[in-house]
């Protein structure tokens, strides 16, 4: 039998309240505990924010420009990153079981970019998912698209695998060659992913009215990186794109295409983390640039 516990008047503090710890990212305060833990390990609990780091583009088009091998240019990158954005095969064969940054993985999938790309299925078995310990699933939806309502079905299937596991969703909005970039789709196609259950959304930055992206989506939105373009300029656009709501940036091509790769993951953390100036991080990028010291 187990021993008495004697060891005299018991200390309960009646007098101080139970304290709280609260995770104050948008949307996310009715979630059960293993969904705001996940959440957690992709946006930064002191910021808010997120730095995804994206290389999941292989799984429509190939061995793409910077991400030959993996192992030489993503792993050595991916602890600057508050998370990796990955396909499965990636995860399993190249990222060390060490790493301790957030996982969210690609799960939906299928045509190639010889194909119609809103043609895609689901690629991903949420049991798989949790197997690997990932801390959400990405989905692509094609808001406009051939296949709208087949890629919005995609989505809500996964959220509801999601709630079983308590692993959120990420709702990805492409923009097809035929569609307009402008607020008013992209306000569109996030509200409708926030509305039918994503836990946060991917979208691309405008200059005019991103802000009322953000404001009009009840979950975080996190800006794409888009097509490689000069680093400040990059950086410009990271800077706009939190100061307009953005909860982060999810940059795949603007950084391992980057001269400096881990210089300007780097910078981009400052502004995403820290608030610097576009001036202030690219000062930074080319000081990093320069010694090229950075582990």
């Known amino acids: 039998m187990p021993e008495t516990d004697a060891q005299g008047e018991k ?3 009646p007098d101080l309240p139970v304290k709280t710890e609260r995770f104050d990212l948008k949307g996310a305060g009715a979630y059960d505990w293993g969904m705001q833990n996940r959440l957690a390990r992709i946006f930064s609990p002191a910021s808010g924010r997120t730095v995804m780091l994206a290389f999941d583009h292989g799984y429509f088009q190939g061995p793409t420009t910077g991400l030959e091998r993996l192992d030489l240019s993503i792993v050595p990158l991916a602890h600057h990153a508050d998370a990796l954005m990955l396909t499965r095969g990636a995860l399993r064969s190249t990222i060390p ?3 301790t940054g957030g996982i969210v993985m690609r799960a939906s999938g299928g045509p190639s970019i010889l194909k119609d790309l809103s043609n895609e299925r689901i690629a991903v078995d949420m049991e798989d998912a949790a197997r690997m ?3 959400a699933v990405a989905v692509q ?3 406009g698209g051939e296949h709208e309502t087949q890629s919005v079905e995609n989505m809500t299937r996964l959220v509801d695998a999601g709630y079983r596991y308590g ?3 990420l709702g990805v909005t492409a923009v097809g060659r035929e569609l307009t970039r402008d607020a008013r ?3 569109l196609a996030t509200r409708i992913c926030a509305e039918l259950g994503a836990q946060f959304v991917k979208t691309y930055y405008v200059e005019e009215g991103f802000d ?7 979950v975080p939105v996190v800006m794409a990186g888009g097509k490689k373009q000069p680093e400040l300029d ?4 990271a800077y706009r794109a939190v100061q307009e709501g953005a909860a982060g940036v999810d940059m795949g091509r603007n950084i391992f295409q980057s001269e400096a790769p881990a210089a300007m993951i780097s910078a981009v953390r400052k502004i995403v983390h820290e608030d610097a100036s576009p001036a202030e991080a690219y000062e930074l990028y080319q000081e990093l640039a320069r010694g090229r010291t950075l582990a």
Not at 212 to 217: H, L, N, R
Not at 234 to 237: E, G, H, I, R, S
């Open 133 to 135: 310990n990932v801390h």
């Open 11 to 13: 200390s309960f503090y």
């Open 185 to 187: 789709y992209l306000g």
């Open 97 to 99: 079981t060490t790493y």
């Open 141 to 143: 939806v094609y808001v």
């Open 234 to 237: 990059a950086l410009t656009m």
């Open 212 to 218: 009322s992206v953000t404001a009009g989506c009840p």
């Open 167 to 169: 692993i959120p969703v």
